[in-house]
Nanobody, 120 residues
């Protein structure tokens, strides 16, 4: 049974830090690209950070560059998102996704999300 379980969200003051975790099971984690998405109230879901199976990282959202860091621990089947200098606009539900593209099909799994609220 495939599972992605996010944790680490919560309420934090502006300027604070959180580390999100996404624990994976039920598939070969090391072969998958892992991505953190977020969805703010009234907005579309957006990619925050991705890390490939080889460890290459991308941060498509300019506003998080230099503040957020994605990492993975293949021994623990876990992907992390370290978020520093948090701002009110980072408030959202954060989701992790596992993705594997083969010649035959796409394998994509989602977690249930963890809520991050940045507020004083």
């Amino acid at each position: 049974q495939v599972q992605l379980v996010e944790s680490g969200g919560g309420l934090v003051q502006p300027g604070g830090s959180l580390r999100l975790s996404c624990a994976a099971s039920g598939f070969t984690f090391r072969n998958y690209a892992m991505t953190w998405y977020r969805q703010a109230p009234g907005k579309e879901r957006e990619v925050v950070a991705s890390i490939s199976s080889a460890g290459g990282m991308t941060y498509p959202v300019a506003s998080v560059k230099g503040r957020f860091t994605i990492s993975r621990d293949n021994a623990q089947n876990t992907v992390y998102l370290q978020m520093n200098s948090l701002k009110a606009e980072d408030t959202a539900v954060y989701y992790c996704n596992a993705l594997l593209l083969t010649d035959i099909r796409e394998y994509s799994y989602w977690g249930q999300g963890t809520r991050v609220t940045v507020s004083s």
